[in-house]
């Protein structure tokens, strides 16, 4: 495997996961926080009983249990799940960052999809409630005479 270069966005990951991770010097790991994907780290060691990632966390090499003190953390291969999980995870947090005035009408139209995507499964999983922006609205069956 090629070490990949430092600093890859999880789109460049995805694009090339096969390449990028496994349990080799510069491969990438995924730790598991509270049993949820959490982070993306390169591991800079290796050896037959441990792993150490990025930050010169140490991590059993047969059980992914951390060899420091926590009940949090878990190392995990870097999967087609785990990375996705995360994926959506750092799109909804981006989302929340962009701000609508500053787009540009090609960025606006860009974006556009990926609003009513968010917009429809959220109201599909029960999470879109009453927008504030129609709050005070009334429907044509409450102007309707009784």
């Given at each position: 495997m090629a070490t990949p270069p430092p600093g890859l966005d999880l789109l460049v990951i995805a694009e090339h996961l096969e390449d990028v991770t496994g349990t080799v010097v510069g491969g990438y790991v995924c730790i598991e926080r509270?049993?949820?994907?959490?982070?993306?780290?390169?591991?800079?060691?290796v050896d037959e009983d441990t792993l150490t990632t990025e930050g010169d966390y140490r991590y059993?090499?047969?059980?992914?249990?951390?060899?420091?003190?926590?009940?949090?953390?878990?190392?995990?291969?870097?999967?087609?799940e785990r990375l996705e999980y995360l994926m959506i995870a750092e799109a909804l947090k981006a989302a929340e960052k962009i701000k609508v005035n500053v787009l540009t009408p090609e960025e606006k139209e860009e974006f556009l999809p990926a609003a009513r995507l968010i917009l429809g499964l959220a109201t599909r999983l029960g999470q879109g409630g009453p927008s504030r922006l129609f709050k005070g609205l009334r429907t044509a069956r409450d102007r309707s005479p009784k």
């Open positions: 509270r049993n949820r994907p959490w982070r993306v780290l390169p591991l800079i060691a059993d090499r047969k059980t992914g249990q951390p060899l420091f003190e926590s009940e949090q953390f878990s190392l995990h291969p870097l999967t087609q």
